[in-house]
């Protein structure tokens, strides 16, 4: 008697698990895409850049062709954040995580963007920034069919951790990481800023990156990719491996630690 009582509270116990388990993802809404959108304010751009780089994600956002990609999911939905960073210490949410279902959250997310002051400081740390992008997925409120972080740079990682090492452990929990590396000026520590990205920072399946090379572009460039990871239709430049001299990862830090002596400050 004393077993069956013991077996039927155990079976109740499992009953109300399951019922709490269900109850906790009824409360996520399932989307087509969780997308962090992280962009460079590091002091290697300039405050033109900054504005540049606002306003373009601005216009792709709020943009016709964008919600109509959002709309051809199968959820009809997607969830992003948008996040600046620059340093190892500095990684912003600007924007927190927001549904867009159509026109009018388009525009309002866009809308709450311009309305943000842009913040900046020295240093590059697009593996910190990685990091930071793939914590802003827990307990979000949406459960994504996918979940990618669209990051954008013009310069390679020279602080925190190894940015090869902290991209592998992001795809690894199933994150897509896409770039937007910007060439409009390119870095003098190594000017080839797109092969580093395609080498170093993008990864996980159909990952791509879509470098900007003209102000010129810049907006149209944006939209573009935007749509492509809406749409989950990978299409920007392929750097065939054949051929291309291998990139070093930690070019950037280490010419940070050969100017770091001559610039009081630099590793701050």
Excluded at 95 to 109: Q, Y
Excluded at 224 to 241: D, H, N, Q, T, Y
Aim: hydrophobic letters at 45%.
């Amino acid at each position: 008697m004393k077993h069956r009582v013991s077996r039927a509270v155990t079976a109740m116990a499992l009953l109300a698990f399951s019922a709490i388990s269900a109850a906790a993802q009824d409360r996520e809404m399932a989307v087509d895409l969780e997308l962090v959108i992280a962009v460079d304010v590091s002091a290697s751009m300039d405050r033109g850049e900054f504005s540049l780089q606002r306003s373009g994600y601005e216009r792709a956002i709020g943009h016709p062709d964008f919600v109509r990609a959002v709309l051809s999911g199968y959820h009809r939905r997607i969830a992003i954040t948008y996040v600046e960073w620059s340093s190892g210490r500095l990684q912003k949410v600007i924007v927190p995580w927001r549904l867009i279902d159509g026109a009018e959250a388009a525009s309002a997310f866009a809308r709450e963007l311009n309305a943000q002051p842009i913040t900046s400081s020295r240093g590059t740390s697009i593996a910190a920034a990685l990091a930071f992008g793939a914590s802003l997925f827990d307990n979000n409120g949406f459960d994504g069919r996918r979940l990618a972080i669209d990051i954008s740079g013009d310069g390679p990682n020279n602080s925190g951790p190894r940015v090869d090492l902290a991209r592998d452990a992001i795809v690894r929990q199933g994150i897509v990481v896409n770039g937007l590396p910007i060439l409009i000026r390119p870095s003098p520590i190594f000017p080839a800023i797109d092969d580093y990205y395609a080498e170093c920072v993008i990864g996980g399946p159909g990952s791509f990156m879509l470098p900007v090379s003209d102000v010129g572009e810049f907006t149209t460039a944006i939209r573009r990719k935007l749509i492509l990871e809406v749409s989950a239709r990978p299409a920007g430049r392929i750097v065939p491996i054949a051929g291309r001299e291998p990139v070093d990862c930690q070019v950037g830090e280490k010419m940070r630690d050969l100017l770091a002596p001559h610039f009081p400050g630099l590793n701050d």
